[in-house]
């Protein structure tokens, strides 16, 4: 109902700078919230961005500064564009969209892409 294809992750060096890109595809379900998470190799599954319907956006400490979320909702596509790159930003970077329907979209689910993997590294 919901189908999530992310696209722009590669190598990068560090200080270099790197855009990701989601397209969201969805049926019987409208888009509201979309975000970018990452996890890092046996780490756990972090936020690294998210952005509402009216454009309020909200990040990481950790990547605040450097990174950006933006959208275009009537292409239903959620982008980061990502600058000042460390190793430590090196992950799979899964895009997320919040699915609504119904009355009051009071039925609400979240959907996950299949992730694009970014390294950074010299």
């Known amino acids: 109902q919901v189908q999530l294809v992310e696209s722009g992750g590669g190598l990068v060096q560090p200080g270099g700078s790197l855009g990701l890109s989601c397209a969201a595809s969805?049926?019987?379900?409208?888009?509201?919230?979309m975000g970018w998470y990452r996890q890092a190799p046996g780490k756990q599954r972090v936020l690294v961005a998210t952005i509402t319907l009216d454009g309020t956006t909200d990040y990481a400490d950790s990547v605040k500064g450097r990174f950006t979320i933006s959208r275009d909702n009537g292409k239903n596509i959620a982008y980061l564009q990502m600058t000042s790159l460390k190793p430590e930003d090196t992950a799979v970077y899964y895009c997320?969209?919040?699915?609504?329907?119904?009355?009051?979209?009071?039925?609400?689910?979240?959907?996950w892409g299949r992730g694009t993997q970014v390294t950074v590294s010299p």
């Open positions: 997320s969209a919040e699915g609504v329907r119904g009355l009051n979209f009071w039925y609400v689910r979240h959907y």
């Open positions: 969805a049926s019987n379900f409208s888009i509201r919230a």
